[in-house]
Every structure is written in C-alpha cells, then in structure tokens.
C-alpha cells in the first residue's frame, strides 16, 4: 500500500461520514427507524398475541366423547372446564372409533372427539385444518392433564400413596386431516407473507425509476411534451409498475409450489402440495387488486423526490408498512370477518390464505376484494392527482410530506 493511502482513506471515510450525518434521510432510515420501528413491532405483536390468547379462551369448543371414553369421575372433571362444550356420541355396533370421528367431523358436530384408544389410554382426534380444533386440541390436553393430575392425587391419598408412583393415562393425538388438507394449511400459513413482499419488492424500484429516476435523469421534461395527455403517460406507468409486480408475485408463486412440493413430498412429512387452478385464480387476483394499491402508493410518494436515492427513502417507509402488516395479518388464529376485510393490506393477507386453504367464506371474502378494489380506486385517484401537477415533475427539490395536500386541493378558478 503507498504511503499516505491509510490517512487519505480515514480522510475520505470522514468526510463520507459527516456527509451522511448531515443527510436527514440517512439518520431517519439508519438510525430512528431501527430504534422505533422494531420495538414498536414487537411490542405491537405481543399485543396482538395477548389479544388472540383471550378470543380463544373465549371461543367454546365441542368435544365429544365416543361412547365409554372417559370415566364418570374424569368425565365430570372435565365438564367443569370453561369453554369445553362436552357431548356424548351414540354410534351404531361396527363402526371403528376413528370412523365414528371422520363421520362427526365430516359432518361439523365436533372440533375434538375423545375414544378408547386400543391399548390403555385415550385417543385424541382432531383436524389440523381447521383452526378451532388445534386451538381445542391444546385446551383439551391441558385440562385432561389438569384432570388426571387430580384423579391421581385423590386416589394416591385414599389408597395412601405417593401420587408419582401412579402412572399417568396415556393420551395418543391422531390427526384425521388429510395430506393435501395439510399441505394446504402449510401453505396458507407461508405463502402470503413471501407472495405480498416480492410482489411489493417486484414493483418498488420500477416505481421509484419511473418518477424521482427520471426526474433526476433530466427526461421528466422530455415526457411532459409527449403529444398524449398527461392521465394516458401516468396510466402507462401505473400498468408497467403493476405487471412488474404482478410478474414477480407469479413467478415467485410458481417457484414456491414447485419447491415445497418437492421438499414435502419428498419427506417424511407425507405432506401433498397441489393446489387447483380455482385457488391460483384466485391468489393472482388479491394479489393484482393488493398491487393496484401499492403500485399507486408508491407511484404518488416517489414522485415527491428530486432523485432516484432520495426516491427510495421516500418510499421505504411505505414499502416497510406494507411489508409488516401481513406480518401482523398472519397470525395464528386471525380470520378473514367483516371487520378485517375492510383493514387495507390485511385483507390481501387474509383472502390469499383462505384462497390457498380452499376455506373460502363467501361473505368476507366477496367483502374483501370490493373493498381491496375500492382501496385500489383510491390510492389510483391520489397518484393520478399528483402525477397532473407538473410543478412536481419539474421540482429543482424534493418536496416534503408535509405539503402532499397543496397539490391535492383542486386549483381555485381565476375570476
């Protein structure tokens, strides 16, 4: 190394330093985000969670005990539990108890269904793709646990005994979903996250290229003399960024399928991925109504930049909203009702996971796409509303947040 390039190295690494500094984007992104944004967020999912943990102990969950099940003194314990609705299950002579089970859950009578099991113990049935029976599943294992901790308590201090000498009754958990029943509920609880961030990820730095880029490439001039009206060039711009978001979220919606089939089909996992053409449909369309929004979002805020660096500082607080919401959207227990179909960004999340599960609820769902449609017209409406005002294409400066609603108030005529 010459002599002299250490210190003319330190020098350049200050003066870039101090440069940065003085950059109030740099500082915001680099150093408030990351002390705000995540303590926020976990504190936000902590929150949530809590939230979840209380509409499940809420939620009732019927079980139904297979004929001689459980014993009367067992039997009457677990009657006492709050939020287990426990019934009684007559079947005809002939029918194995897992059959009994399939025909109680085929026909909506029970979350959980508790039987004999062949050997000593009890058998637990339940459905791993539906959501109330996993959350009835660990109630009922912990107030069975609960139950036959006390059984063996009394009977250990009536028979004078140490209640660890006696065996605990053994509980075998058997899963009566099918494999592709399962699979799909994989991936209804991992696509949606991965199709919504390249999606947005696919559509961001065109957004961004086609607004602060080009003003910083001194063409945005050049595309205002265009002889076709200023709604035709920024609805040319709007499609482009949707197709590259739409491109991004099938290509990479095809190489998950294609992926996880060969990895869970491939294990001992046994799990069948396939999914029919109804549900891709389906997936593809949330996903270009989700990106009608996005797309438009970011057209709008992009613009607000001078070049193409500042463009995606603008933008990255947007991209991170959209990036965390589906991430809050995802959690266990959180469904698509009246209430979440309305949320932006949560809706998406929740109708791509019932379009992947086949559990589609036609009500929510029909409510959740007009509402991503509205949503879409809207953030369309704003970016179209900025992208008129030229001021803003020929802006020396970037334009703070701060003055957005300048130029969405409309221009008062001239008397």
Request: neutral net charge; glycine residues 8%.
């Amino acid at each position: 190394m010459p002599r002299g390039s250490g210190a003319d190295a330190l020098r350049i690494f200050r003066m870039e330093a101090l440069a940065a500094a003085r950059d109030r984007h740099t500082l915001l992104y680099a150093v408030l985000v990351p002390l705000l944004v995540y303590p926020l967020l976990f504190f936000g999912m902590a929150q949530w969670i809590v939230y979840r943990r209380g509409v499940e102990e809420r939620t009732v969950v019927r079980v139904t005990l297979l004929e001689g099940a459980l014993a009367p003194p067992l039997e009457g314990r677990l009657q006492e539990v709050t939020g287990l609705r426990i019934e009684k299950e007559t079947a005809p002579e002939g029918l194995l108890p897992i059959e009994r089970a399939q025909a109680l859950f085929a026909g909506e009578r029970a979350d959980i269904a508790l039987a004999k099991a062949e050997g000593p113990g009890l058998s637990l049935y339940y459905d791993s793709g539906s959501e109330l029976s996993l959350s009835g599943r660990r109630r009922v294992e912990r107030a069975l646990e609960s139950c036959r901790e006390k059984s063996r308590t009394m009977a250990a201090t009536e028979r004078g005994l140490d209640a660890g000498a006696l065996e605990a009754i053994a509980l075998r958990k058997e899963d009566l979903a099918s494999a592709e029943e399962t699979g799909r509920r994989v991936l209804g609880a991992m696509l949606p996250i991965f199709l919504l961030l390249m999606s947005v990820s696919g559509a961001f730095y065109l957004a961004v290229d086609v607004t602060a880029g080009e003003k910083e490439r001194k063409t945005a001039e050049t595309t205002l003399l265009l002889p076709v009206p200023g709604r035709a060039v920024f609805l040319g711009k709007f499609l482009a960024v949707l197709g590259a978001g739409g491109l991004a979220c099938a290509l990479n919606l095809g190489s998950m399928l294609i992926a996880s089939r060969a990895f869970f089909e491939g294990t001992a996992a046994g799990l069948s991925v396939r999914l029919p053409a109804a549900s891709v449909a389906l997936v593809l369309l949330v996903a270009l109504l989700f990106l009608a929004l996005a797309a438009s979002l970011l057209l709008g805020v992009a613009l607000l930049a001078r070049s193409f660096r500042e463009g995606q500082s603008y933008a990255t607080p947007l991209f991170t909203l959209l990036i965390l919401l589906p991430i809050l959207a995802s959690q266990p227990g959180t469904r698509l009702t009246g209430g979440t179909a309305l949320v932006p960004v949560v809706n998406a999340t929740l109708a791509m996971r019932e379009a992947l599960e086949g559990s589609i609820q036609t009500g929510p769902f029909l409510l959740a796409l007009l509402a991503l449609a509205a949503q879409g017209a809207l953030g369309f409406a704003f970016a179209q509303r900025l992208h008129a005002q030229a001021a803003l294409h020929l802006a020396e400066e970037s334009v703070p947040f701060s003055r957005i609603l300048e130029f969405l108030r409309p221009k008062e005529g001239k008397a």
